[in-house]
């Protein structure tokens, strides 16, 4: 009776329920409502649906085949396999290309003989099928996979009887191999082969996992400290050396990166996260021949895993090979596994430099629907339909994330209303609200990783941004980093003085071991040194008073600039024209007046007599006199740099 069953037919009638009318459902019905949610990305509910659309039709080949796809798309590659085997050996034989779905579900499982066996089992049944160029790409990277010679262009293996049923044996061994598998997973005790103890190696993982997640967070030095801890625990380490790299290239010691790389190839010359990485250290230090013959190295590679081809799939993008990078990305893409939202991005952009606008459209339309929250897709989508065609500058990176100068431009007016906020909030002796700038300084890793790169290979200019930007941070790793850069050589004295002083605003207080001339020296004060034979009460007093009333209404450097300009005018004035301190806030006042003119928004005496309590004419006064001494140009280019 139709009123027991829980599933409708398209052959039923329809039924009525006083004023409820009971519509038809059918496994036709049924699967497509799983389409759609396979669109959606919604694999569980596709899944649920597909099952429901062979209860209906048990016999019908397709629904079996959608079903196989949907466990597929799960990670269920053994359930999906048995429905794809039912397929061919009891619903519809000449359904070849069943066999090609096994193959890659085997490979997803490791098994690559078998996987091989049942490309085998489609290219012979079907010479001219659909997925024959698929079929034999997959079957060059099972030989890399496997260490074997690969196919010459264009091979096929022979469409005869006897490949058929060696191929075929290969399947029914896999099968009963996969039985052997399924029983044994209830198995507590996980394989040791290397006879360590399975405690000692729990927690090298352990570690393993904390120094990712710093990474993540942009915790480099601290990632590089457990990396460092674990290489020399196991030198044969080397996810730890490869990471330690990475960790070493976003504090800016390229040569420590490059050199620890080249430990990790001397080991494994295959090993593609080194490769991938060294051909971008290669670039950065604009070692082009070195970066060449890395780059033709993983032109040759064709991972099959996901990870790995989704990072060669990067790498060749960030380095400019997008065509290379879009085939391994279509290749990923074309499984029907689920995969991160990165990878839509990354096809977008592939296509995006590629000229191929409709089908970057597509990419960045399925990450809009699996991460609506992050706004990338729809802020890509939007760039796409504005530039009709056309180059946007900069063009799309393959970083997954909106481009800074797009945040910054929309968000300047209400990062404005955020600072000045904070400005009130300070002078009223209250907390002052950090600003999106800032808290994507102490959260965001790649700019704190830009950072650490500005602050050791930067110009002068881009140094000095980034010093004043880690003075926002203040945490830890901000602090070392800074350390650090007190004992680089090749860091100039102008960056390690204000180096020294940006660590003192940090809070802190102990000496500070500072290369300076070839030599170690430790520094207790705020600066290198003064010049001065001694420091007087009365001269402290001064830069006090400056960091009082200049805090608030002028960044780091100003102040900085404002402290050495009083330094700079005693050094001069020593020891007969040094004057003498009445009122430090009187001097305070002039050097606040000189900063402002210097750095382009200058103020009047009266402004800034008001804000020390004294009148306009000491002001002047004073601000004469220190500008007479410094004998103009020459030292305003020693001092304003």
Not at 168 to 179: C, H, M, N, T
Request: glycine letters at 8%; a negative charge.
């Amino acid at each position: 009776m139709a009123g027991e069953k829980p599933h409708r037919t398209g052959r039923d009638n329809a039924d009525t329920h006083g004023d409820v009318v009971m519509f038809p459902v059918d496994a036709v019905a049924y699967s497509d409502r799983a389409v759609k949610l396979l669109d959606r990305l919604q694999y569980d509910k596709a899944l649920r649906y597909f099952r429901r659309a062979v209860e209906c039709d048990p016999g019908d080949a397709i629904h079996q085949c959608n079903l196989a796809g949907a466990l597929a798309e799960t990670g269920r590659f053994e359930e999906s396999n048995l429905i794809l085997r039912h397929i061919v050996n009891e619903l519809d034989p000449s359904m070849s290309e069943c066999y090609y779905y096994m193959a890659n579900n085997f490979a997803h499982l490791e098994c690559y003989q078998e996987a091989e066996a049942a490309l085998d089992v489609y290219l012979a049944l079907d010479p001219q099928g659909a997925y024959g160029s698929e079929a034999l790409e997959m079957k060059e990277m099972l030989h890399d996979e496997m260490n074997r010679p690969g196919l010459y262009p264009g091979a096929r293996p022979p469409a005869n009887a006897a490949a058929f049923e060696e191929a075929a044996r290969g399947l029914k061994e896999a099968a009963a191999a996969l039985s052997r598998v399924a029983e044994s997973e209830g198995s507590d005790e996980p394989a040791n082969p290397s006879g360590q103890a399975w405690e000692s190696q729990s927690g090298q993982e352990a570690e393993h996992q904390e120094a990712r997640r710093m990474m993540e967070e942009g915790r480099f030095v601290e990632a590089g400290r457990i990396l460092e801890r674990l290489m020399q625990a196991n030198p044969g380490d080397l996810p730890a050396r490869n990471n330690l790299a990475l960790a070493y290239y976003y504090m800016g010691f390229f040569k420590e990166a490059r050199e620890m790389l080249y430990q990790v190839l001397a080991l494994d010359p295959g090993h593609l996260h080194a490769l991938c990485n060294l051909a971008i250290f290669e670039r950065q230090a604009g070692r082009n021949e070195q970066e060449r013959e890395v780059i033709e190295r993983l032109a040759k590679l064709q991972p099959f895993h996901r990870e790995p081809a989704f990072k060669l799939a990067n790498t060749l993008g960030i380095l400019g090979r997008h065509e290379e990078a879009y085939r391994h990305l279509q290749r990923l893409l074309a499984t029907g596994s689920p995969v991160e939202p990165g990878v839509y991005h990354c096809a977008a952009v592939a296509a995006f430099h590629l000229g191929r606008y409709d089908e970057a459209a597509g990419w960045w339309a399925a990450c809009r629907r699996l991460d609506p929250e992050s706004g990338i897709g729809s802020y890509y989508l939007e760039l796409l339909q504005r530039i009709a065609g056309g180059h946007p500058d900069p063009m799309p990176s393959y970083h997954y994330r909106i481009p800074y100068e797009a945040k910054a431009s929309s968000g300047r007016r209400s990062e404005r209303s955020a600072a000045a906020e904070r400005n009130v909030r300070h002078e009223a002796g209250e907390p002052g609200a950090a600003t999106e700038w800032e808290r994507q300084l102490k959260s965001d890793p790649l700019v704190r990783s830009s950072l650490f790169w500005a602050l050791r290979s930067g110009d002068s200019a881009t140094k000095l941004q980034a010093l004043q930007a880690m003075s926002l941070i203040n945490d830890e790793e901000a602090r070392q980093a800074l350390r650090g850069l007190l004992l680089d050589p090749e860091q100039d004295g102008n960056v390690k003085e204000l180096t020294v002083y940006v660590l003192r605003l940090l809070g802190v207080e102990d000496a500070l071991e500072v290369e300076w001339g070839g030599k170690k020296q430790l520094v207790e004060g705020y600066h290198l040194g003064s010049g001065l034979p001694s420091w007087e009460p009365d001269w402290q007093q001064v830069i006090d008073a400056i960091r009082t009333g200049m805090n608030g209404r002028h960044d780091m450097i100003e102040m900085y600039d404002a402290e050495k300009l009083w330094i700079e005018f005693l050094r001069r004035s020593y020891p007969n024209e040094v004057p003498r301190i009445a009122k430090a806030h009187s001097w305070a006042a002039a050097i606040e007046y000189i900063v402002a003119k210097k750095r382009g928004h200058p103020i009047t005496y009266s402004e800034a007599g008001e804000w020390y309590a004294v009148s306009a004419a000491t002001v002047a006064k004073h601000a004469k006199r220190m500008e007479a001494a410094f004998r103009a140009e020459a030292t305003e280019e020693n001092i304003y740099q």
